[in-house]
């Protein structure tokens, strides 16, 4: 009878051997501290940290480090934390999708060029989510997420506000002469009240459900809030579970499976998701080797209730969907309508039908039954014609009903410089039935595509009651955003789409039942008009000039072609 030899850990490939190499390694890491047996072949864990001072949602994350060390001693592993790019939303310009794939590279990279046999993704602010755990699909090591956490509720003047959400409102009512700047300005501190992200709906809570949601992270993680101790507890609990999931050899590929990315997408339409969340999970999916297209988005959430009443499509925060119950409660109630896969694995090596086994709801005004949901249809739709031929979204549970059927002549914005310039002529040619149509604010156009997508309306109409018109672009617009917004037209302006061809007055019919996105002009004119379209001039140079030539369009997900796919875990050759 033989015995098979246990396969050599991947970091042993750095520590475990008697070579120069090795030598220098293990002695150079002896610097820091670490005894012998640190090298005996026990799981080295790394936790790739997103902290920065620039990035306030993150904050907090030398904590959660510190308690994920915890976990990884506990369970008999070795810790190294090690530092990527970290993208904050808030701060970064033109915008920090500009710098997901680019984050995405770094992470791959840190991972496949370090001796590490499992690693911890610390992911909050928007794009550090899915900048990380793409990095992370394409070398496929054990891995799982641990979340920041929202932020506490905003109250401003004894009313709950919704970071995000509330900034859109208050600002359109300084411009409609209903709230002064100094209330505006007041406002400020009122939103942001602790470390943490968004306590709204957008797109990081959502992107943290869709961890959750895709079985990479320990149950619960979507929800807690950043302060909360038991954030920490999670963080500590999921420093455990990583060494047991470098023992069972369990990598990304395991769980994210085609079954996960179809309870992210149910899941996503069932909590009032962020539009972003269908860019970010194409990508990961992409990374991974997993089909997913626009089609699978409408197909699969179409029909979904959104049953989370938070803002923007609701009135509650991410405070009150914790103590309700959070993600498992949903999942739960998906699971009891057939509308999830509950044999799906996740990290803990549990299925999701086991993990949520147990859910509870305490509040049902804010995770409400599937049979009294806040919108019956609350999932992304996903819109085509010749004006998006390769796809559009909205989120209908943000929008105005009566507009999501609506025909009328548009305003034309070429690009977010010639919007700001025209938006405040009260001169402007605008009505309540006019579409608004921002152009080259797409991946190209931007570049980056921008959370720009929302534009405000002209004061003029806001000074008439008007609040919301129907608005299309190539552009993105931030989850805590609400409104009749049709985002991520495809193939967008500066890429030749026909959003490039739109003129001042042509007629523009959304119809969101049928799924329809039409721009009523003669083939014959669409093709005089491209005789004497022009492409936008190529970035001068740097990163900005490979990403202009390699992203691809937001049907797939925005990332660099030579991104695409899963590269492995193979121990790159000897540095000495």
Same mark, same amino acid.
């Given at each position: 009878?033989?015995?098979?030899?246990?396969?050599?850990? %991947?970091?042993?490939?750095?520590?475990?051997?008697?070579?120069?190499?090795?030598?220098?390694?293990?002695?150079?890491?002896?610097?820091?501290?670490?005894?012998?047996?640190?090298?005996?072949? %026990?799981?080295?864990?790394?936790?790739?940290?997103?902290?920065?001072?620039?990035?306030?949602?993150?904050?907090?994350?030398?904590?959660?480090?510190?308690?994920?060390?915890?976990?990884?001693?506990?369970?008999?592993?070795?810790?190294?934390?090690?530092?990527?790019?970290?993208?904050?939303?808030?701060?970064?310009?033109?915008?920090?999708?500009?710098?997901?794939?680019?984050?995405?590279?770094?992470?791959?990279?840190?991972?496949?060029?370090?001796?590490?046999?499992?690693?911890?993704?610390?992911?909050?602010?928007?794009?550090?989510?899915?900048?990380?755990?793409?990095?992370?699909?394409?070398?496929?090591?054990?891995?799982?997420?641990?979340?920041?956490?929202?932020?506490?509720?905003?109250?401003?003047?004894?009313?709950?506000?919704?970071?995000?959400?509330?900034?859109?409102?208050?600002?359109?009512?300084?411009?409609?002469?209903?709230?002064?700047?100094?209330?505006?300005?007041?406002?400020?501190?009122?939103?942001?009240?602790?470390?943490?992200?968004?306590?709204?709906?957008?797109?990081?809570?959502?992107?943290?459900?869709?961890?959750?949601?895709?079985?990479?992270?320990?149950?619960?993680?979507?929800?807690?809030?950043?302060?909360?101790?038991?954030? /920490?507890?999670?963080?500590?609990?999921?420093?455990?579970?990583?060494?047991?999931?470098?023992?069972?050899?369990?990598?990304?590929?395991?769980?994210?499976?085609?079954?996960?990315?179809?309870?992210?997408?149910?899941?996503?339409?069932?909590?009032?998701?962020?539009?972003?969340?269908?860019?970010?999970?194409?990508?990961?999916?992409?990374?991974?080797?997993?089909?997913?297209?626009?089609?699978?988005?409408?197909?699969?959430?179409?029909?979904?209730?959104?049953?989370?009443?938070?803002?923007?499509?609701?009135?509650?925060?991410?405070?009150?969907?914790?103590?309700?119950?959070?993600?498992?409660?949903?999942?739960?109630?998906?699971?009891?309508?057939?509308?999830?896969?509950?044999?799906?694995?996740?990290?803990?090596?549990?299925?999701?039908?086991?993990?949520?086994?147990?859910?509870?709801?305490?509040?049902?005004?804010?995770?409400?039954?599937?049979?009294?949901?806040?919108?019956?249809?609350?999932?992304?739709?996903?819109?085509?014609?010749?004006?998006?031929?390769?796809?559009?979204?909205?989120?209908?549970?943000?929008?105005?009903?009566?507009?999501?059927?609506?025909?009328?002549?548009?305003?034309?914005?070429?690009?977010?410089?010639?919007?700001?310039?025209?938006?405040?002529?009260?001169?402007?040619?605008?009505?309540?039935?006019?579409?608004?149509?921002?152009?080259?604010?797409?991946?190209?156009?931007?570049?980056?595509?921008?959370?720009?997508?929302?534009?405000?309306?002209?004061?003029?109409?806001?000074?008439?009651?008007?609040?919301?018109?129907?608005?299309?672009?190539?552009?993105?617009?931030?989850?805590?955003?609400?409104?009749?917004?049709?985002?991520?037209?495809?193939?967008?302006?500066?890429?030749?789409?026909?959003?490039?061809?739109?003129?001042?007055?042509?007629?523009?019919?959304?119809?969101?039942?049928?799924?329809? /996105?039409?721009?009523?002009?003669?083939?014959?004119?669409?093709?005089?008009?491209?005789?004497?379209?022009?492409?936008?001039?190529?970035?001068?140079?740097?990163?900005?000039?490979?990403?202009?030539?390699?992203?691809?369009?937001?049907?797939?997900?925005?990332?660099?072609?030579?991104?695409?796919?899963? %590269?492995?875990?193979?121990?790159?050759?000897?540095?000495?």
């Amino acid at each position: 009878m033989t015995t098979e030899s246990p396969k050599k850990r %991947r970091s042993q490939h750095w520590f475990g051997g008697t070579s120069k190499d090795n030598f220098i390694h293990r002695s150079w890491m002896k610097s820091e501290g670490l005894p012998d047996d640190s090298f005996d072949g %026990r799981p080295v864990i790394g936790i790739c940290n997103t902290w920065s001072e620039l990035t306030p949602c993150n904050q907090h994350f030398r904590q959660i480090a510190e308690r994920v060390k915890h976990g990884v001693l506990q369970a008999g592993g070795i810790a190294v934390e090690f530092p990527v790019s970290s993208l904050g939303e808030t701060l970064m310009r033109p915008t920090a999708m500009l710098y997901r794939n680019l984050a995405s590279m770094d992470v791959e990279e840190a991972i496949r060029a370090h001796p590490l046999d499992g690693v911890v993704l610390l992911a909050g602010c928007d794009k550090t989510t899915p900048a990380t755990l793409m990095g992370a699909a394409s070398v496929d090591l054990p891995t799982l997420v641990v979340s920041g956490g929202a932020m506490l509720n905003g109250n401003y003047r004894g009313e709950p506000i919704g970071s995000g959400t509330h900034v859109w409102k208050f600002s359109e009512a300084v411009n409609a002469g209903k709230m002064t700047l100094p209330q505006f300005m007041q406002a400020e501190s009122c939103m942001s009240r602790s470390a943490g992200v968004c306590m709204t709906m957008g797109t990081a809570s959502t992107m943290a459900s869709m961890v959750e949601a895709l079985g990479v992270s320990l149950p619960t993680n979507a929800a807690i809030p950043a302060v909360d101790s038991r954030r /920490l507890e999670l963080a500590q609990r999921s420093g455990r579970m990583i060494v047991d999931m470098v023992e069972r050899d369990m990598r990304l590929s395991h769980v994210l499976t085609r079954e996960a990315f179809e309870n992210a997408i149910r899941v996503c339409g069932a909590i009032g998701g962020s539009t972003n969340a269908v860019i970010h999970l194409i990508a990961i999916a992409g990374r991974m080797g997993v089909p997913l297209s626009l089609d699978d988005w409408d197909r699969l959430g179409r029909d979904i209730p959104t049953i989370v009443n938070l803002m923007p499509s609701g009135e509650y925060l991410m405070e009150d969907f914790y103590y309700a119950g959070g993600l498992p409660v949903v999942m739960k109630r998906l699971l009891e309508a057939g509308l999830l896969h509950g044999d799906a694995i996740t990290v803990n090596n549990r299925t999701q039908a086991q993990n949520i086994e147990h859910a509870e709801c305490f509040n049902d005004k804010v995770i409400r039954p599937l049979d009294k949901p806040l919108v019956e249809q609350g999932g992304l739709a996903v819109l085509r014609g010749n004006l998006a031929p390769q796809g559009a979204v909205i989120k209908p549970s943000a929008a105005t009903a009566r507009l999501l059927q609506h025909r009328g002549k548009a305003v034309v914005f070429e690009n977010i410089e010639h919007y700001k310039e025209r938006i405040m002529d009260p001169d402007l040619d605008i009505d309540a039935n006019s579409v608004m149509v921002l152009k080259n604010c797409g991946p190209k156009g931007y570049p980056g595509m921008a959370e720009v997508g929302n534009m405000g309306l002209p004061p003029k109409l806001l000074q008439q009651g008007i609040t919301d018109m129907v608005r299309i672009s190539d552009a993105r617009m931030s989850g805590t955003a609400f409104g009749t917004v049709v985002l991520h037209v495809a193939p967008e302006a500066a890429a030749g789409g026909p959003l490039a061809l739109v003129q001042d007055g042509d007629e523009i019919e959304l119809d969101v039942a049928g799924r329809g /996105l039409h721009l009523h002009v003669s083939d014959a004119e669409l093709a005089r008009r491209r005789l004497a379209w022009v492409a936008p001039p190529e970035p001068a140079s740097g990163y900005v000039r490979l990403y202009h030539r390699h992203v691809l369009q937001a049907d797939q997900g925005a990332d660099l072609d030579f991104l695409v796919g899963c %590269r492995g875990d193979a121990v790159p050759r000897d540095s000495h």
